[in-house]
């Protein structure tokens, strides 16, 4: 089996190849990491949707995402239950409030969310099996991937210590735990019941709610109810979403609103010009020292065509060379990342897809720069 001549070619310098191999994993290592962190706050702003039971969800058209929810009066929750096919509802309440450490008696702000216990919505088993402690005044559940600033409430309460704080000048007891994570727009997150989040937010109206959650019989045809519920429901102060709208508005909300997703994007971006100016260098160097070998093979009756696709071989070995230390790297990030900050940072097939292809895009875009350096290969000007 014959050694193809790219090969030939860039192995002969070690140290330009070695170059070229570093900068190349270093882009990719740019670009998994803008783009990591980008998919960690998408998948991490929609944890709580997603573990809610529900597949009608009213909210206010002024909200922004659950970091900045609007209320709305609970009479449009009551309104949608006498639509046929409406099963249940229940209010949901959203908001922030100090949390002080009782170890170090620190303050942070902290998500709670506040749910009616007779009938449960998240598909939690730490809410499931903890729903009659909830009817207790004072009761909250903690979020066991909170942030440790918040101390170590998951560790005290596994030993079987009582944990006690203050929420907003109110003492509250810990009965139990469960698991969502924290996100960019929420350090930590508790869950009470309705009745203790209204005592907590003892200024608030109790006749408005951030979300009301709608589930529907089970052979109801979804798109029909909403359809009835948007036009009973038309004055303009609720939005009616579908499960995946709902989701797809908190997405929608980060990605495109926030400067966060422009800035992880534009890290992608500048990532890929890192590498393709890089690969340049090294292809168009490359080409420029073989230029006297181009030429002979030019008389020897190989066409423009053939030197192209041998520097665009050369562009495609450096891309899956360069390739795979950046992801090995990258993954060893991920997982220091995902332990510090608690963010569900992962290398999904995609991901690694995407990156990939990327790399390709950029090689080989280097290599159609490099090339017009072998139109001056010409054998009668270089003997």
């Not at 499960?243 to 890290?267: H, I």
């Not at 030019?298 to 423009?304: D, P, R, V």
């Not at 050369?314 to 090995?328: K, T, W």
Request: proline share 4%.
């Amino acid at each position: 089996m014959k050694t193809p001549l790219a090969w030939l070619q860039l192995s002969k310098e070690k140290i330009r190849l070695l170059i070229a191999i570093a900068g190349i994993s270093f882009a990719d290592i740019l670009m998994f990491m803008q783009l990591g962190f980008k998919t960690a706050l998408l998948n991490s702003a929609v944890r709580i949707h997603e573990n809610i039971k529900g597949d009608i969800f009213l909210i206010s058209p002024q909200s922004d995402a659950l970091i900045g929810m609007k209320s709305f009066s609970s009479r449009r929750l009551y309104e949608a239950l006498a639509v046929k096919e409406v099963e249940s509802i229940n209010p949901l309440y959203i908001g922030f409030t100090t949390w002080k450490n009782p170890l170090n008696q620190k303050t942070r702000q902290i998500m709670i969310m506040g749910f009616n216990p007779k009938e449960p919505i998240f598909n939690l088993s730490g809410v499931q099996k903890n729903l009659d402690k909830l009817k207790q005044p004072d009761q909250v559940l903690f979020d066991t991937d909170s942030r440790p600033e918040f101390g170590p409430i998951p560790e005290l309460f596994q030993e079987g210590k009582t944990v006690k704080t203050e929420i907003s000048n109110r003492q509250i007891e810990v009965a139990g735990l469960f698991t969502i994570g924290a996100t960019f727009g929420a350090d930590g997150n508790i869950i009470t019941s309705d009745l203790n989040f209204l005592r907590i937010f003892a200024q608030r109206d109790k006749g408005l709610i951030d979300v009301g959650v709608i589930n529907l019989e089970e052979d109801a045809n979804t798109e029909a109810v909403i359809k009835t519920l948007k036009n009973k429901l038309s004055s303009g102060d609720v939005l009616v979403l579908s499960r995946d709208e709902f989701v797809n508005y908190e997405r929608s909300y980060w990605e495109n609103t926030t400067a966060v997703g422009f800035v992880f994007t534009l890290g992608t971006v500048m990532g890929l010009i890192v590498g393709t100016v890089i690969v340049y260098q090294i292809l168009y160097t490359d080409v420029a020292d073989h230029l006297p070998e181009y030429a002979t093979l030019k008389a020897m009756g190989y066409t423009n065509n053939y030197l192209l696709v041998l520097v665009f071989q050369q562009a495609i070995i450096l891309a899956c060379i360069g390739f795979l230390p950046g992801l090995g790297f990258s993954a060893f990030l991920y997982s220091v990342t995902a332990k510090a900050t608690g963010l569900p940072i992962f290398l999904s097939k995609s991901l690694i897809i995407s990156v990939f292809l990327l790399t390709l895009f950029m090689c080989g875009f280097s290599g159609a720069i490099a090339v017009n350096k072998l139109k001056s290969a010409d054998p009668a000007d270089i003997f």
